[in-house]
């Protein structure tokens, strides 16, 4: 009775293997298959003589469905290696895929953003050679400083040398609220504080994250550069960006300042170093305009130098011309920078004054007129003064075209000169007199 139970056991270890090892267990399967080989010996140790045959053939299928169990399960675990392995290798390949893919988008933007900045330098250079002024140019350069640094960028661009050497304008400013960049006189004195000069390229941390960068030709600076970084970029990349972008502008600047100073100098009395007659007369007529577009006023002064002929007579025509050379310098430096000083005619000066009320135009004459009586002029071992008679006239009080305005300037000039000279007379006072 043992002997039977030990072989129904046996009987049923090759089903037992392939429940063990599945779905993937080999070594379950190999324990069983053990078993199969030691319960087969045993039984086959342990039947009777007569059932030795049955014992050793159950004990073999015992041993073969075991041991197909076990290689079967090897088996599929092999395959699920070899599926393990490939699956891997696929996945590595997509990611590798993957993060080439992501290098080629990347180079793909750098290269677009190249592109684009290539463009904008391009485009600004072209557009700039084709300026004739520094009016002409600031939309040309906004709109390449945006095409190439982006829409949000912060700066202030200065130009050098406009009317002296030394002296520094902003050309155009965006975005620099509470910004030391947004004037030139903070941005010096930032310069000053930290050490640093104009003339080299700078990385700001303090008080803000800025670069500065001049804008040079040669040893010559035309201009200054100032630009907030962007939030989440680093300075020295920004600084070489900036300096690519600049050094492009270089040869642009020249070329403009240089016109505008060809211009200037066409314009500009050789003697007295105010603008000539036919500049007076283009720029009054473009004040006329202009203060009749956007619903302005403006004033015009005619001044005149009293016995003018009697110092020539006296002191010789040198005299009179440093008379004419120091009264131009003067008339510069009492006006505001939008006042336009010309020479009329021989010793008279024109003025126009635009957006200036009747009231303040007559006061600045009342101070000119002052400040030229006080100078003192040396001929030989003598000093004398010189004074002046001003007619006023305004617009659009007096007169709605240019010549009528300077036809009451000139009939409030004459009135000036028959009433003693070195006065002021309003044509408004003329009107109500008469």
């Not at 299928?61 to 076990?70: E, I, K, N």
């Not at 500049?279 to 005619?302: C, H, N, P, Q, W």
């Not at 008379?323 to 131009?328: A, D, E, F, S, T």
């Amino acid at each position: 009775m043992k002997a039977e139970w030990l072989a129904a056991g046996v009987a049923l270890l090759p089903p037992l293997g392939l429940w063990a090892s599945y779905p993937r267990r080999s070594g379950a399967a190999g324990i069983v298959f053990g078993l199969a080989l030691a319960a087969g010996a045993a039984l086959f140790a342990a039947a009777p003589g007569h059932g030795r045959a049955a014992a050793g053939l159950t004990a073999l299928w015992a041993a073969l469905g075991a041991g197909l169990a076990w290689r079967l399960a090897r088996r599929r675990e092999a395959e699920r290696a070899l599926l393990v392995e490939r699956t891997a290798s696929v996945r590595g390949q997509r990611e590798r895929m993957a993060v080439e893919l992501r290098g080629l988008k990347a180079r793909g933007l750098n290269a677009e953003l190249a592109h684009r900045e290539a463009s904008a330098l391009y485009g600004m250079v072209k557009s700039l050679s084709e300026a004739l002024s520094w009016e002409d140019a600031r939309p040309r350069v906004e709109g390449a400083l945006e095409q190439y640094f982006g829409p949000r960028v912060e700066y202030a661009l200065y130009v050098a040398g406009l009317r002296g050497e030394g002296e520094v304008r902003p050309l155009t400013v965006r975005g620099l609220r509470a910004s030391p960049g947004a004037a030139w006189a903070t941005l010096e004195r930032l310069l000053q504080e930290q050490g640093a000069a104009a003339a080299a390229p700078r990385v700001f941390e303090k008080p803000e994250r800025a670069v500065g960068m001049p804008i040079k030709e040669g040893q010559e600076l035309l201009g200054y550069l100032y630009a907030r970084v962007p939030e989440g970029a680093s300075s020295e990349p920004f600084l070489a960006k900036t300096q690519s972008f600049v050094s492009e502008l270089g040869v642009a600047f020249r070329r403009v300042k240089l016109f505008q100073e060809v211009e200037r100098l066409s314009e500009i009395d050789g003697l007295t170093g105010v603008r000539r007659r036919g500049a007076f007369d283009k720029k009054i007529a473009e004040e006329l305009v202009r203060a009749k577009t956007f619903k302005t006023t403006f004033g015009l002064m005619l001044l005149d130098i009293d016995h003018f002929k009697s110092l020539n007579d006296r002191f010789g025509h040198p005299f009179g011309d440093q008379v004419l050379k120091r009264l131009g310098a003067v008339l510069n430096g009492l006006v505001y920078d939008t006042d336009f000083v010309a020479r009329y005619g021989g010793e008279e000066f024109a003025i126009v004054l635009p957006r200036a009320e009747p009231a303040g135009a007559l006061r600045k004459a009342e101070a000119i007129r002052a400040a030229i009586e006080a100078e003192l002029f040396s001929v030989g071992f003598e000093e004398l003064r010189v004074t002046v008679s001003i007619g006023l006239s305004h617009f659009p009080r007096d007169a709605g075209t240019a010549e009528e305005l300077v036809a009451r300037a000139d009939a409030a000039l004459y009135a000036a000169k028959s009433a003693g000279r070195n006065r002021v007379v309003d044509s408004d006072a003329l009107r109500r007199m008469s």
